[in-house]
């Protein structure tokens, strides 16, 4: 996750973690992979009649039309990592997080 969450390469990985170039490779692709399964189950666009009625609740909620869906982030609290990974989750209001991204829809 830590790959993908900061666009690390492989060796930087590697000195960090501890972990073998071949893992770190396939701990990645196996990720992406279920991310890939993942999304197909969960993020689905509306389709037909239902982009109707999603366009109409979003314009009923907050008087925006033609919406199909929105993102939204939000920041998840962690606890301390050890310690070489501080500066990576310390967040600028204070405390340690991580940031959480979704596409969602009515």
């Not at 967040?91 to 991204?101: E, F, L, P, R, T």
Request: aromatic share 12%; hydrophobic share 50%.
């Amino acid at each position: 996750m830590y790959k993908l969450a900061q666009v690390a390469n492989v060796l930087t990985c590697n000195e960090l973690f501890a972990i073998e170039h071949s893992t770190v490779g396939l701990v990645f692709y196996e990720m992406v992979m279920a991310i890939n399964v993942m999304l197909k189950k969960f993020i689905i666009w509306p389709m037909g009649a239902r982009i109707q009625y999603v366009m109409i609740s979003f314009r009923s909620l907050c008087d925006m039309p033609n919406v199909m869906g929105a993102i939204e982030g939000t920041r998840i609290c962690i606890t301390k990592l050890v310690d070489f990974l501080e500066d990576y989750y310390y967040h600028k209001i204070g405390g340690y997080g991580m940031v959480a991204q979704a596409v969602v829809g009515n």
